[in-house]
């Protein structure tokens, strides 16, 4: 990797609106938060399968925009709603209740940003395929196709 590459970073800390949504743009949301704080991908089936990289937002801080008609729920509890497009097929967002994440939350699945850089921004690896949820890495990402560009 080349030093441009790996020194670029476009996310500063703090909190900023982010519009997102699915392929064909059928659910469309925007959320307040600040990446910098942290994000986590996890390795259960489910998360590795649809490429979730989410970062937990209060339910304040998201807007459903567009598409509520269009939505379904991968649902395993009501402690976590995985919402998906129907049309397409994208896992858009999630939602529940869980105490140790101070009850009601949103989750946003960062691929699904529109247009955000969100290289530099941390990411935290869970390990939730063994379902200890432990902590099994971490690092900062790097976008592969802006690092391409710059090499």
Partial sequence: ???AASEHTTTTAGI??????????????EADFDPSAGT?????TICAKT?????????S????????????????SEA??????????????????????????YTVNLNCLDDADL????VVYLDGRH???????ATTYVDPFVAAKRA
């Avoid at 986590?40 to 259960?44: E, G, R, V, Y």
């Avoid at 490429?51 to 339910?59: D, F, Y």
Wanted: proline share 4%; hydrophobic share 35%; aromatic share 10%.
């Fill in 61 to 76: 801080a998201f807007r459903l925009l567009a598409g509520e008609e269009v939505l379904g729920d991968h649902s395993r």
């Fill in 40 to 44: 986590a991908q996890c390795n259960c």
């Fill in 80 to 105: 976590g709603h995985a919402r998906f497009c129907k049309t397409c097929g994208v896992r858009v967002f999630g939602h529940g209740h869980l105490p140790m994440l101070g009850g009601d939350y």
């Fill in 16 to 29: 900023r609106t982010y519009k997102g949504s699915c392929a064909c743009r059928a659910v469309r949301f």
């Fill in 1 to 3: 990797m080349s030093n």
């Fill in 51 to 59: 490429r979730w990289w989410g970062i937990i937002v209060k339910p």
């Fill in 131 to 137: 379902d200890t949820w432990e902590q099994i890495g």
């Fill in 119 to 122: 290289t530099g921004v941390p």
